[in-house]
């Protein structure tokens, strides 16, 4: 299982996404895997090669890689090559003793 990991989203390979998970619509042309809520900053996938589902009733994120490889992008970070696959789409968490919330890149 290969992990890749960028700021505050972490990406693990599953064998196969979820078979009712539907498809997220692309943002200016882009795969958004997350939002930064303290730069504005989005974590992308720009290329035609790949597709992001959803499964909205358990909140999770798949991307789906095909061909060779495609980048991950962010301005705060030095993109990402990801290979062919599957990956869960994961945000960072961090605990405090007030409550979990996530990281801001």
């Given at each position: 299982m290969r992990?890749?990991?960028?700021?505050?989203?972490?990406?693990?390979?599953?064998?196969?996404?979820?078979?009712?998970?539907?498809?997220?619509?692309?943002?200016?042309?882009?795969?958004?895997?997350?939002?930064?809520?303290?730069?504005?900053?989005?974590?992308?996938?720009?290329?035609?090669?790949?597709?992001?589902?959803?499964?909205?009733?358990?909140?999770?994120?798949?991307?789906?890689?095909?061909?060779?490889?495609?980048?991950?992008?962010?301005?705060?970070?030095?993109p990402i090559?990801?290979?062919?696959?599957h990956y869960?789409?994961?945000?960072?968490?961090?605990?405090?003793?007030?409550?979990?919330?996530?990281?801001?890149?």
């Amino acid at each position: 299982m290969r992990c890749f990991r960028q700021g505050d989203v972490l990406l693990v390979e599953v064998e196969n996404a979820p078979s009712d998970a539907t498809e997220v619509s692309r943002e200016r042309g882009g795969l958004v895997l997350a939002h930064g809520e303290a730069t504005g900053h989005a974590h992308v996938v720009w290329a035609p090669e790949a597709q992001l589902v959803t499964r909205e009733q358990a909140d999770e994120l798949y991307l789906l890689v095909y061909g060779d490889e495609v980048l991950l992008e962010h301005e705060e970070h030095d993109p990402i090559p990801l290979p062919a696959g599957h990956y869960r789409v994961l945000r960072q968490r961090e605990y405090t003793p007030a409550a979990i919330r996530h990281v801001a890149d």
